[in-house]
């Protein structure tokens, strides 16, 4: 299980990394939740009844009171004048008496009527007070309540926010050395330049070394070169075809492996050679090199053929010591008269004008200090088939050479990366994947279209196939086909943001080989921090500052379907990783963007390690199920000059 400790977290050398999948583990929980507010209160219960209660009350009461009010105003107004009648002489006392009582009486029920309807207002005004105030007590008591309530709510808020805020973003997509090679389908330049980036210096900070073979001629292993003179080693970058002369890649082959390097390089412009044809020529080929003897060059096999073909005139060959007399008569011998003649002059005719290319191929070689990143390029202002001649040769004597050596303790220890390997011819690239499985050299194939013979290979045998942005429909279908359309994968924002920055491919390879005379190149000065020198010595990662600070905003994700028109629109430095392991296929969607190792929330551990060791260390530290808050280690500080061996 991985350790995803900030202080143990290292690249681990039998694990192939691609990319970074972005996946939060505990989403946002959003805004804090909101305090409850006391509600408008009614006066306390010191403060006397309510004035406006009260008012509503006594305007009720008298409107209730006005009948009442004026039957007592009419009585006391009918006492008084029988009063007045009875003193004037008018009335007899007895009867004035008797309506004074009467009248009087009438108005005093009325005066008593009015006063127990003020009396029932103050009751029904102390009523009400008294309700409000058990009203307000019950509110106080539910909004103490509510605040403890949300409290613990703001309270576990926290927590899950602070384990949002400090949990991993980005895990590492990687597949087990046990894989014999990865094909990579689709794809633009600046994203084989960043997965190469990422690939490369990963299996040289492992303490591995690396062969890439760039036939793409867009100088995307530029990022790398810089990258591994920034850890302290000198990169060996031949361009072809200007350092052919110092390229001694083959000298050491025996003749019949010589033999058929220098068929197949002659085939690459026929495609429609079959077996017999290439056996053919090769016989052709092993017969003129046994007259030349050992170590014979390609301009003595150009000389021996143009002999044999019966082309130019022998004499300039033996006059500039290509050939010598007695060649030049065995040569003549090697093959019989008749009809057989026009069909070995013609093939020494054609193989004479294809190896014409290849003829300064080690004339000037020279002693080549030891590095452990090697680049052979194709210059793009050379010739597109005098390019595909050389790529050719370099994979050939790259596969005899692998197939004459012992096979590796450590897998992927040599890794071997063609960008372009669509440009090779269907049989050596079988060559080429065999002889790296039995040799267990690590080999990266990159692809730009799914042309039919790489469609027969790809994934073929015990392979990860990995599939970027695809150019057109067809390929899109193959490879919608090949991956499942049921897959849902996670897109970061991020991804798709910083894709619409990328920075240009602009220039070529400077040769190193070149400077070799001049005592070789000076040192670079170790560094011992991998993220820091990808921030300084790559295009990705001087743009580091911006893309984290843009990181921060951009939290989002998107989920999309494998579909044709989604592979069609993929960011350029998106990678669908397809591997098979024991549980069954994964599909994963990683980032090639090797500045995203420089973001403070990225892990080297892979998504299934760090989840199982978080819930695992939350199962046994809780006890009740719950895993404790995922605390991110920022990347670690990865000493390039480790276990370099």
């Known amino acids: 299980m991985a350790d995803v400790h900030p202080d143990h977290a290292q690249l681990q050398s039998d694990r192939i990394y691609l990319g970074w999948q972005y996946l939060l583990l505990h989403p946002d929980p959003g805004p804090p939740p909101k305090r409850p507010?006391?509600?408008?209160?009614?006066?306390?219960?010191?403060?006397?009844?309510?004035?406006?209660?009260?008012?509503?009350?006594?305007?009720?009461?008298?409107?209730?009171?006005?009948?009442v009010r004026f039957v007592r105003m009419f009585m006391l107004a009918l006492t008084a004048l029988l009063l007045v009648v009875a003193v004037a002489g008018y009335l007899d006392w007895s009867f004035a008496l008797l309506g004074i009582a009467a009248a009087g009486g009438v108005a005093a029920i009325c005066a008593y009527a009015i006063l127990q309807g003020d009396r029932a207002v103050k009751y029904r005004v102390s009523e009400q007070q008294a309700r409000a105030d058990r009203q307000r007590q019950e509110r106080d008591r539910e909004l103490f309540r509510a605040q403890e309530e949300h409290a613990q709510r703001y309270r576990e808020w926290q927590e899950v926010k602070e384990r949002h805020d400090r949990q991993l973003n980005w895990y590492a997509v990687a597949v087990p050395d046990e894989i014999d090679r990865v094909d990579v389908a689709g794809g633009t330049l600046p994203g084989w330049s960043a997965l190469i980036t990422l690939l490369g210096a990963t299996r040289l900070y492992s303490g591995g070394h690396l062969t890439v073979l760039d036939l793409s001629e867009g100088a995307i292993a530029k990022d790398l070169i810089e990258l591994a003179r920034k850890g302290g080693d000198d990169p060996l970058v031949w361009v072809l075809p200007v350092d052919l002369p110092r390229?001694?890649?083959?000298?050491?082959?025996?003749?019949?492996?010589?033999?058929?390097?220098?068929?197949?390089?002659?085939?690459?412009?026929?495609?429609?050679?079959?077996?017999?044809?290439?056996?053919f020529d090769n016989a052709i080929l092993e017969r003129v090199?046994?007259?030349?003897?050992?170590?014979?060059?390609?301009?003595?096999?150009?000389?021996?053929?143009?002999?044999?073909?019966?082309?130019?005139?022998?004499?300039?060959?033996?006059?500039?010591?290509?050939?010598?007399?007695?060649?030049?008569?065995?040569?003549?011998?090697?093959?019989?008269?008749?009809?057989?003649?026009?069909?070995?002059?013609?093939?020494?005719?054609?193989?004479e004008s294809q190896?014409?290319?290849?003829?300064?191929?080690?004339?000037?070689?020279?002693?080549?200090?030891?590095?452990?990143?090697?680049?052979?390029?194709?210059?793009?202002?050379?010739?597109?088939?005098?390019?595909?001649?050389?790529?050719?040769?370099?994979?050939?004597?790259?596969?005899?050479?692998?197939?004459?050596?012992?096979?590796?303790?450590?897998?992927?220890?040599?890794?071997?990366?063609?960008?372009?390997?669509?440009?090779?011819?269907?049989?050596?690239?079988?060559?080429?994947?065999?002889?790296?499985?039995?040799?267990r050299t690590g080999l990266v194939l990159t692809y730009?279209?799914?042309?039919?013979?790489?469609?027969?290979?790809?994934?073929?045998?015990?392979?990860?196939?990995?599939?970027?942005?695809?150019?057109?429909?067809?390929?899109?279908?193959?490879?919608?086909?090949?991956?499942?359309?049921?897959?849902?994968?996670?897109?970061?924002?991020?991804?798709?943001?910083?894709?619409?920055?990328?920075?240009?491919?602009?220039?070529?390879y400077t040769s190193t080989i070149d400077q070799l005379d001049d005592g070789g190149q000076e040192r670079a000065e170790s560094h011992a921090d991998l993220a820091e020198d990808i921030?300084?010595?790559?295009?990705?990662?001087?743009?580091?500052?911006?893309?984290?600070?843009?990181?921060?905003?951009?939290?989002?994700?998107?989920?999309?379907?494998?579909?044709?028109?989604?592979?069609?629109?993929?960011?350029?430095?998106?990678?669908?990783?397809?591997?098979?392991?024991?549980?069954?296929?994964?599909?994963?969607?990683?980032?090639?963007?090797?500045a995203i190792l420089t973001f403070p929330k990225t892990t080297l551990g892979e998504l299934e390690d760090v989840r199982d060791a978080v819930l695992g260390a939350g199962h046994q530290e809780n006890g009740d199920g719950e895993p404790p808050p995922n605390l991110g280690p920022p990347p670690p500080r990865l000493d390039w000059r480790k276990d370099r061996q």
């Open 37 to 67: 507010s006391p509600a408008e209160e009614a006066p306390a219960a010191g403060d006397g009844p309510d004035p406006e209660l009260l008012r509503r009350e006594r305007l009720q009461e008298d409107m209730l009171n006005r009948p």
């Open 355 to 439: 190896l014409r290319k290849l003829e300064t191929l080690g004339t000037q070689a020279v002693r080549l200090p030891p590095a452990r990143l090697r680049v052979v390029s194709m210059d793009r202002q050379a010739g597109v088939f005098g390019n595909r001649v050389l790529g050719t040769y370099v994979a050939t004597a790259l596969t005899h050479i692998l197939r004459q050596s012992p096979a590796s303790d450590r897998p992927w220890y040599h890794t071997i990366i063609v960008a372009g390997a669509d440009k090779l011819r269907g049989d050596v690239l079988d060559r080429l994947m065999d002889a790296c499985e039995t040799s």
């Open 247 to 279: 390229l001694d890649l083959g000298a050491t082959l025996k003749p019949e492996a010589f033999a058929d390097v220098l068929a197949h390089v002659v085939s690459v412009s026929e495609e429609h050679r079959t077996t017999r044809d290439l056996s």
């Open 535 to 594: 921030t300084e010595s790559t295009e990705w990662g001087r743009t580091a500052d911006k893309i984290s600070e843009t990181e921060r905003v951009l939290q989002r994700s998107r989920e999309f379907l494998v579909e044709p028109h989604q592979l069609q629109q993929l960011p350029t430095t998106s990678v669908i990783v397809t591997d098979a392991t024991a549980q069954g296929r994964r599909v994963r969607l990683a980032d090639a963007n090797p």
């Open 448 to 508: 730009r279209s799914l042309t039919p013979t790489v469609r027969e290979r790809l994934g073929r045998g015990h392979a990860a196939v990995a599939f970027m942005r695809l150019g057109n429909a067809e390929d899109s279908r193959v490879a919608s086909e090949h991956v499942g359309t049921e897959h849902r994968l996670e897109l970061a924002q991020l991804t798709e943001t910083i894709s619409d920055s990328l920075p240009r491919l602009d220039g070529g």
């Open 289 to 351: 090199l046994e007259v030349l003897g050992e170590n014979a060059t390609i301009s003595q096999v150009t000389a021996a053929l143009r002999a044999l073909a019966q082309v130019g005139d022998p004499r300039d060959d033996l006059r500039f010591g290509l050939i010598t007399a007695s060649q030049l008569e065995r040569i003549g011998t090697l093959f019989g008269r008749g009809v057989s003649d026009r069909v070995v002059i013609e093939r020494a005719w054609a193989l």
